[in-house]
């Protein structure tokens, strides 16, 4: 057994670095590595880097900027790569305002975007684009998969999200399949560190549950404060709120959260646990759900890469669009607007050897797209 | 809405204000007795919260790293005022702004060199867990009152050091006359340094108090720096009774404006749309408050008398 398994990893490891591209391929990553959203941002290139990494090959040059979270500097940097660099390929940024102002301009430049975290809502439905494709989901499904399950024994959730795209997105996606009744619903400001006000108001507003999309420093504020203020209420929130980058921060607060998640360390199938195992290997630590998204996002375009010219975007988009890899998250494909179609479960926050981490639960939805794509006409 | 839920609101205004007054105490000091404009003050603000963090980590106890954060940013104040700020005083308020802008992305990129981007753990210490009841039957975080008390004493602690003890008898000299006191003989350059690292060790303790129930990060003090601007502001600059109302005035104001502007939106548009728009005036609120302040009183509540 030993030594077939050993055998079948020599075949795929020389079927990868074996294969040299047709032409070399130039990826510009722009990501957020300073400021307070750069956890995020780091474990988005080291995931994906993995990925380039683990392929070993020769033609692929990959370019790292980061943005600090800010949208001007962002399309500065997307200028640049495309200009002076000449990039074949775009990728990397988190935000969705930032990725706002910067995917639709190099698109219509003729570069190819391929998202490994923000998916506005704006560019999955009419305003799809052959050239971009997002490698993670469409920003409203892991909050749609929270809405679905507060169906099962929630009466009166509390929900609420930072004023911005993704946080508007969030709530919509949450009220598509949510039945019940809302208790209210509340946008904080982007950034905001002080939640009194808002936990004030859960105690008092006869919720049963609560839901919130707070990425980064935001859900670490929330759940230090939430754990210390005595009210009882059980939290949900989509994957993010609770992923890997800040669950050490967060500490024993966050356990029996309840998220959803394409993807948890404790996944069964051999991509990923090759994925975690290199990940640990390579880095020292656990990956979150941004690195497996842009650990997929890499492979994708690698396994285009294989078959296809990037120069001939056509065909290059064929290929990406097949998405033949092996991804960690299991079943995965591309929909008819360039987003997944993928399974999302509902994981619970558990210690594990003292490590926080997330552990599946259920399967949520299976094979689930997109409610814009059916505006999509490609 | 209930009494319990107003009066809970009121508490968190008020811990936010007095939050808010441990940055501006400093900032402001710092401004009064130097003329200096300090953006760098969010990074000693960090400079608490790490040190806290990370004392506490190899201790465990946050009280030693309490202490550490007091220390630590006092030291890094003085450290910062003997090397660059000491060569600002004389120059235009723009050389200042531009030399601690640059102070902050050293002091960001430093801490991410020494501690990495993911945001360090720090915990509110046992004796200071969880909730008590509070008349009306509603619970409020322990931590939060011990906040409120803290930043109490802390306020008298400075009404006491500027106008009972002799050092306090030189800012106040200072503030005054800066060549006066330096030709009456005061070692003008060592008051500067005790002044810059006392304004250093309030914002080292605030980032301490406050990254126990925040993400201690890099960066975040930005934010708390950008409020504590608007707070010396209408509070007169300068002035540490200003800054004390200013903070309380802000904490209330930026509170309840998240708590009741969405509620009033209610009586105009749809919920959805109400906690969006109300969200958004609420953001903004201190800041027309500013506005407001500034267009009746145009140099704050409490004008320094000389400046």
Same mark, same amino acid.
């Given at each position: 057994?030993?030594?077939?398994? !050993?055998?079948?990893?020599?075949?795929?490891?020389?079927? =990868?670095?074996?294969?040299?591209?047709?032409e070399?391929l130039?990826?510009?990553?722009?990501?957020t590595?300073?400021g307070?959203? =750069?956890?995020?941002?780091?474990?988005?290139?080291?995931?994906?880097?993995?990925?380039?990494?683990?392929?070993?090959n020769?033609?692929?040059?990959?370019?790292?900027?980061?943005? !600090?979270?800010?949208?001007?500097?962002?399309?500065q940097?997307?200028?640049?790569?495309i200009?002076?660099?000449?990039?074949?390929?775009?990728?990397g940024?988190v935000?969705?305002?930032?990725?706002?102002?910067?995917a639709?301009?190099a698109?219509?430049?003729?570069k190819?975007y391929?998202?490994?975290?923000?998916?506005?809502?704006?560019l999955?439905g009419?305003?799809?684009?052959?050239?971009? $494709?997002?490698?993670?989901?469409?920003?409203?499904?892991?909050?749609?998969?929270?809405?679905?399950?507060?169906?099962?024994?929630?009466?009166?959730?509390?929900?609420?999200?930072?004023?911005?795209?993704?946080?508007?997105?969030? &709530?919509?996606?949450?009220?598509?399949?949510?039945?019940?009744?809302?208790?209210?619903?509340?946008?904080?400001?982007?950034?905001?560190?002080?939640?009194?006000?808002?936990?004030?108001?859960?105690r *008092?507003?006869?919720?049963?549950?609560?839901?919130?999309?707070?990425?980064?420093?935001?859900?670490?504020?929330f759940?230090?404060q939430?754990?210390?203020?005595?009210?009882?209420?059980?939290?949900?929130? @989509?994957?993010?709120?609770?992923?890997?980058d800040?669950?050490?921060?967060? /500490?024993? #607060?966050?356990?029996?959260?309840?998220?959803?998640?394409?993807?948890?360390?404790?996944?069964?199938?051999?991509?990923?646990?090759k994925?975690?195992?290199?990940?640990?290997?390579? %880095?020292?630590?656990?990956?979150?759900? %941004? #690195?497996?998204?842009? %650990?997929?996002?890499?492979?994708?375009?690698?396994?285009?890469?294989?078959?296809?010219?990037?120069?001939?975007?056509a065909?290059?988009?064929?290929?990406?669009?097949?998405?033949?890899?092996?991804? @960690?998250?299991?079943?995965?494909?591309?929909?008819?607007?360039?987003?997944?179609?993928?399974?999302?479960?509902?994981?619970?926050?558990?210690?594990?050897?003292?490590?926080?981490?997330?552990?599946?639960?259920?399967?949520?939805?299976?094979?689930?797209?997109? #409610?814009?794509?059916?505006?999509?006409?490609? | 809405?209930?009494?319990?839920?107003?009066?809970?609101?009121?508490?968190?205004?008020?811990?936010?204000?007095?939050?808010?007054?441990?940055m501006?105490?400093?900032?402001?000091?710092?401004?009064?007795?130097?003329?200096?404009?300090?953006?760098?003050?969010?990074?000693?603000?960090?400079?608490?919260?790490?040190?806290?963090?990370?004392?506490?980590?190899?201790? /465990?106890?946050?009280?030693?790293?309490?202490?550490?954060?007091?220390v630590?940013?006092?030291? #890094?104040?003085?450290?910062?005022?003997?090397?660059?700020?000491?060569?600002?005083?004389?120059?235009?308020?723009?050389?200042?702004?531009?030399?601690?802008f *640059?102070?902050?992305?050293?002091?960001?990129?430093?801490?991410?060199?020494?501690?990495?981007?993911?945001?360090? %753990?720090?915990?509110?210490?046992?004796?200071?867990?969880?909730?008590?009841?509070? @008349? /009306?039957?509603?619970?409020?975080?322990?931590?939060?009152?011990?906040?409120? =008390?803290?930043?109490?004493?802390?306020?008298?602690?400075?009404?006491?050091?500027?106008?009972?003890?002799? &050092?306090?008898?030189?800012?106040?000299?200072?503030?005054?006359?800066?060549?006066?006191?330096?030709?009456?003989?005061v070692d003008?350059?060592?008051?500067?340094?005790v002044?810059?690292?006392?304004g250093?060790?309030?914002?080292?303790?605030?980032?301490?108090?406050?990254?126990?129930?925040?993400?201690?990060?890099?960066?975040?003090?930005e934010p708390?720096?950008?409020?504590?601007?608007?707070?010396i502001?209408i509070?007169?600059?300068?002035?540490?009774?200003?800054? &004390?109302?200013?903070?309380?005035?802000?904490?209330?104001t930026?509170?309840? /404006?998240r708590?009741?502007?969405?509620?009033l939106?209610? &009586? $105009?548009?749809?919920p959805?749309?109400?906690?969006?728009?109300g969200? =958004?005036?609420?953001?903004?609120?201190?800041?027309?408050?500013?506005a407001?302040i500034?267009?009746?009183?145009?140099?704050?509540?409490?004008?320094?008398?000389?400046?």
């Amino acid at each position: 057994m030993k030594k077939m398994l !050993a055998a079948a990893s020599l075949a795929l490891s020389l079927s =990868a670095s074996g294969l040299a591209f047709a032409e070399p391929l130039k990826i510009g990553m722009i990501t957020t590595l300073s400021g307070g959203g =750069a956890g995020l941002g780091i474990d988005t290139r080291d995931g994906f880097m993995l990925a380039i990494k683990n392929a070993g090959n020769k033609d692929i040059t990959v370019v790292t900027e980061d943005d !600090a979270q800010k949208p001007e500097l962002a399309v500065q940097i997307a200028d640049k790569m495309i200009q002076s660099d000449k990039v074949d390929i775009l990728t990397g940024i988190v935000w969705s305002n930032l990725l706002m102002a910067v995917a639709p301009s190099a698109v219509a430049q003729g570069k190819f975007y391929v998202s490994t975290n923000a998916a506005p809502a704006a560019l999955a439905g009419a305003n799809c684009n052959k050239l971009y $494709f997002n490698a993670a989901y469409q920003n409203d499904n892991l909050h749609e998969a929270m809405g679905e399950y507060a169906n099962k024994g929630y009466k009166k959730m509390f929900i609420l999200a930072p004023n911005y795209p993704a946080g508007k997105d969030s &709530l919509t996606g949450f009220k598509r399949y949510y039945k019940g009744q809302l208790a209210a619903e509340v946008y904080t400001q982007v950034g905001q560190t002080d939640y009194a006000a808002e936990i004030a108001q859960m105690r *008092a507003s006869g919720a049963d549950g609560i839901f919130v999309f707070l990425p980064g420093g935001m859900g670490i504020a929330f759940m230090k404060q939430f754990a210390q203020s005595g009210v009882k209420i059980p939290v949900m929130g @989509p994957g993010f709120s609770f992923s890997q980058d800040v669950l050490p921060a967060i /500490g024993d #607060a966050a356990l029996g959260a309840k998220a959803s998640g394409q993807w948890a360390p404790d996944f069964d199938n051999a991509a990923s646990k090759k994925f975690l195992a290199d990940f640990q290997k390579e %880095y020292n630590r656990l990956p979150s759900i %941004y #690195a497996v998204q842009a %650990y997929d996002a890499a492979q994708l375009i690698l396994a285009a890469a294989s078959k296809a010219s990037v120069k001939d975007a056509a065909a290059f988009g064929t290929e990406l669009k097949k998405a033949d890899i092996q991804s @960690p998250r299991g079943k995965f494909k591309f929909n008819t607007n360039q987003h997944p179609i993928q399974d999302i479960y509902l994981t619970e926050v558990v210690k594990n050897n003292g490590v926080l981490t997330n552990k599946t639960v259920e399967k949520i939805f299976a094979d689930h797209g997109d #409610a814009y794509a059916k505006d999509c006409k490609l | 809405m209930t009494i319990a839920l107003a009066l809970e609101q009121l508490l968190n205004g008020l811990q936010l204000g007095v939050m808010l007054f441990l940055m501006a105490a400093g900032l402001t000091l710092i401004f009064g007795v130097m003329g200096l404009i300090n953006l760098a003050h969010g990074s000693l603000y960090m400079v608490g919260a790490f040190a806290c963090a990370t004392v506490a980590a190899w201790t /465990g106890s946050f009280w030693i790293g309490l202490v550490a954060s007091l220390v630590a940013a006092a030291a #890094a104040g003085a450290i910062v005022e003997l090397v660059v700020i000491r060569r600002l005083y004389d120059r235009d308020h723009l050389d200042q702004v531009l030399a601690t802008f *640059a102070l902050i992305l050293m002091f960001s990129e430093g801490t991410r060199w020494l501690f990495g981007s993911f945001p360090l %753990y720090l915990d509110i210490p046992p004796l200071l867990q969880g909730a008590v009841g509070l @008349p /009306g039957g509603t619970e409020y975080p322990v931590y939060r009152l011990a906040i409120i =008390a803290a930043g109490a004493l802390v306020a008298f602690g400075l009404y006491m050091l500027i106008s009972r003890t002799r &050092l306090g008898m030189r800012i106040r000299a200072g503030e005054s006359d800066r060549e006066m006191i330096g030709a009456l003989g005061v070692d003008i350059r060592t008051l500067y340094t005790v002044v810059f690292a006392l304004g250093a060790a309030l914002a080292g303790f605030a980032g301490a108090m406050v990254g126990a129930i925040q993400s201690v990060q890099v960066g975040m003090g930005e934010p708390v720096l950008i409020l504590a601007f608007v707070v010396i502001v209408i509070g007169g600059i300068g002035s540490i009774k200003g800054a &004390l109302l200013g903070a309380l005035l802000v904490g209330v104001t930026d509170t309840m /404006g998240r708590f009741l502007l969405p509620k009033l939106m209610l &009586l $105009f548009v749809p919920p959805a749309q109400a906690g969006m728009i109300g969200g =958004a005036i609420a953001s903004m609120l201190i800041y027309i408050v500013m506005a407001v302040i500034l267009a009746v009183k145009p140099r704050g509540l409490f004008p320094p008398a000389h400046a």
